[in-house]
């Protein structure tokens, strides 16, 4: 069998189904059948999350791509908040209302600076916000109000260091309190840009506890790299957060090649709720994990180069959401946030946004 015809020194970019080769001409008959085809099984698990006929809806789709990161889920509400991607601009914020399936803007009482990665949390909706000097944006957190819209920055430097690549955010609380702590996970910022920025706060895991105000690094760099994805399990004792390095994705951030790795790591939270015992959950085979979701039975989503993948608690992969389906360009455009809203997957497609039913609550809120 031959499997990621990918070029030599650069990350897979060709899906299972498109670079396998057996000498089973049935077996490779299947593959070829399966390149467009929206789910790819390799579990009864999965085949019983779709059932038999999973309802697949293409909800809106445009010329240019403007459903891309955060994939916020506001139960109450039953609408999912999302953002435009920061490669083709500054960013804003959408709104899916999962009732009627209409979309509208956001409206708040100050613009948002470049949203991008999302987080509800009780009653408000965080959003980290990324640097752009050519437009004074600082960079740092923010929390919308739904109700009113009105607009609180949270976070926006760390003694001076700006939050240049600041991109996901995820809340915990303490077991057997009501103390919550925010994580947030930033990323490199490139050397190759030819800036040469030296007031930036240094890449990996930092957390902020709002009861003594105080942030603090929580994750060093040396451990993560290029911190992306981050969540926590429903029992608020264990982390899982997703590394987008790797060989070529490395370079890219002006690291060193072979500096992190395309994975998914899990640690436990000790009792003071800091990170702790790290191990390895998964590694993406395309491309590299980017939006991360843990689900009511401990199930792990991410966003990677193939789609979307489920792995079930024990790190099988049980079967993915094909992206040559729900994209345009898997490679280019890959889908890097969805959002788990219930019983219904929103899958943000960059110039396209669907819902798939499926057939049992797989997050309660």
């Known amino acids: 069998m031959q499997t990621c015809h990918a070029q030599e020194n650069s990350i ?13 001409p049935s077996i490779n008959s299947l593959l070829k059948s399966a390149v467009h085809a929206p789910f790819i099984s390799y579990d009864d698990e999965f085949l019983a999350l779709l059932g038999p006929n999973p309802a697949v809806e293409l909800i809106d789709e445009r ?33 899916l209302d999962l009732v009627d399936n209409s979309i509208r803007n956001l409206t708040s009482s100050m613009p948002l600076e470049n949203p991008n990665g999302g987080y509800y949390h009780q009653g408000l909706v965080y959003f980290t916000c990324l640097r752009d000097d050519t437009r004074g944006w600082p960079g740092g957190v923010v929390s919308v109000d739904p109700e009113t819209g009105n607009v609180e920055r949270i976070l926006n430097s760390y003694f ?3 939050f240049d690549n600041i991109d996901d955010v995820a809340w915990v609380t303490q077991p057997g309190t009501n103390n919550s702590f925010m994580f947030i996970t930033i990323l490199p910022y490139p050397e190759t840009s030819g800036l040469g920025k030296n007031d930036t706060l240094p890449q990996g895991v930092w957390r902020w506890d709002p009861q003594t105000k105080l942030l603090l690094p929580a994750i060093s760099r040396t451990e993560l790299p290029v911190a992306n994805g981050i ?37 436990m939270l000790d009792e003071d709720m800091w990170p702790v ?44 959401f094909n992206s040559q389906y729900f ?14 809203a219930g019983d219904t997957l929103v899958i943000l497609g960059q110039n396209k946004l669907w819902t798939v039913k499926l057939t049992e609550k797989v997050l309660s809120d």
């Open 12 to 24: 897979c970019s060709i899906p299972f189904v498109n670079g396998t080769d057996t000498l089973d």
């Open 327 to 340: 994209t345009r360009d898997p490679t280019s455009t890959a889908i890097v946030q969805f959002a788990l």
């Open 277 to 320: 015992n790290k191990r390895i959950f998964g590694v993406s085979r395309m491309q590299a994990p980017d939006g991360i979701r843990v689900d009511d039975q401990g199930r792990v989503w991410t966003g990677e180069g193939e789609g979307i993948v489920v792995r079930a608690a024990d790190g099988r992969i049980i079967g993915l």
């Open 160 to 162: 001076g260091l700006k």
């Open 231 to 267: 969540r926590f399990s429903k029992d608020q004792k264990t982390l899982w957060v997703t590394d987008f390095g790797g060989a070529e994705r490395s370079r890219n951030w002006g690291l060193p090649a072979e500096v992190g790795a395309p994975a998914i790591y899990k640690y």
């Open 63 to 95: 010329e240019v791509n403007f459903a891309a990161e955060a994939g916020v889920w506001i139960s109450e509400r039953n609408e999912v908040w999302y953002t435009t991607w920061i490669n083709d601009g500054p960013t804003r914020v959408e709104i």
